[in-house]
């Protein structure tokens, strides 16, 4: 599969014809000032939780695109109220079989409001079953024992997991996340879009090196095949 990061949270997933789209936040992100939110081509968008930082292009690109949103059932119902017509509503623990694989949400320790202040339900993380490959998208969280259970029911290739520390787990967490999922290969997400969350990538490149994980960290724009 293709992924390509759009900075924060944003990735793209192509697998095999389908076109998934995780929690876009890109015409506001100064650092993702080259892409152009009207060139994204999505089929389905994926959302964790119902923070700006998360959400902020979801309605253009579905309405662009006739895309269909995933999320959980609060967030889902406000882009209904919207004028989103493909919609399909989730909760915590749910699977759903797409298209491009098998969708599970699954806990994150994180609040959920929608950008009126609307309730967004709560937050969550993705396992994605694929026909080749199976990844976690953990969304916002912290570290939590919830994540051991992941490879009870999931053999894991690749983890998206938030380094950027403040609001979520910083590297040093990560690392311990990626312990519990058992996956050695993680993509970061969540840094340096904000004061708040800046990383020295020197500094989280040698942590996860002693910790013996493979830690990819793109730059914005950019596409690799995993
Ligand atoms: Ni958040
Ligand atoms: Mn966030």
Known sequence: MKITYYGQSCFLFEIGKNRVLFDPFISPNELASSINVDDIKADYILLSHGHQDHVHDAEQIAKNNNATIVANFEITTWYGNKGIKNVHPMNTGGKVTLPFGTVKMVNAIHSSSLPDGSY???AAGFVVETENQTFYYAGDTALTYDMKLIPEQFDVDFALMPIGDNFT???H???????????????????????YIAIDKEEVMEVAKLADKELILLEIGQTIEL
Do not use: L, R
Not at 173 to 195: L, R, S
């Open 120 to 122: 967004g339900g709560t």
């Open 173 to 195: 967490d990560a690392m311990i996340a990626a312990d519990f999922v058992q996956v050695e290969k993680v993509i970061g997400m969540h840094y340096d879009t904000f004061p």
């Open 169 to 171: 787990m910083d590297i």
